[in-house]
């Protein structure tokens, strides 16, 4: 699975190589996700410092002596706002992680773009093919053949 902040910070590389892959990968619905995702995480933030200025406020209103309601009453409310916030910050992370196991690892660079095995490049080969004087058989076959592998009780 590839890292958040790498995603973030290389969107335009892992445009290029889920294009190179041919994967249809939606990167402008992540980008929004998680610009919503630090903007919510910037607002909260705020809030919950604004909060613990009113528990402060409050304590010295009550030591005071003074009536702490209307900063009671509003500090009530600010904890209903920051509760609706950690909701869509916690759907907000799991569509995220959602698309990153979705998002397939990057191929490496010197890996050549094509649509197939037969776009591959032969980087070294040695010795001479065998010619067989029986058709070739796949391993599964001949693992079933001799009997060390047996996919029916699999």
Do not use: C
């Not at 939606?26 to 705020?46: N, P, T």
């Not at 613990?52 to 009530?76: C, V």
């Not at 209903?80 to 799991?94: S, W």
């Amino acid at each position: 699975m590839l890292d958040l902040s790498f995603v973030r910070e290389n969107m335009e590389l892992v445009r290029t190589r889920m294009a190179d892959r041919r994967s249809d990968v939606d990167l402008d619905a992540f980008g929004r996700l998680d610009e919503e995702r630090r903007a919510l995480l910037k607002d909260v933030e705020v809030m919950k410092q604004r909060r613990n200025q009113d528990n402060e406020k409050i304590t010295t209103l009550k030591k005071a002596g003074q009536d702490a309601s209307a900063t009671i009453a509003e500090g009530r409310e600010l904890g209903e706002r920051i509760k609706g916030y950690d909701v869509r910050l916690k759907e907000i992370n799991v569509e995220i992680d959602a698309f990153l196991m979705r998002l397939p690892n990057l191929p490496h660079a010197t890996v050549p773009v094509g649509g197939g095995a037969g776009d591959n490049v032969v980087v070294k080969s040695w010795g001479e093919k065998p010619e067989l004087s029986f058709p070739a058989r796949p391993h599964w076959e001949l693992g079933e053949a001799l009997d060390i592998i047996d996919f029916s009780r699999g």
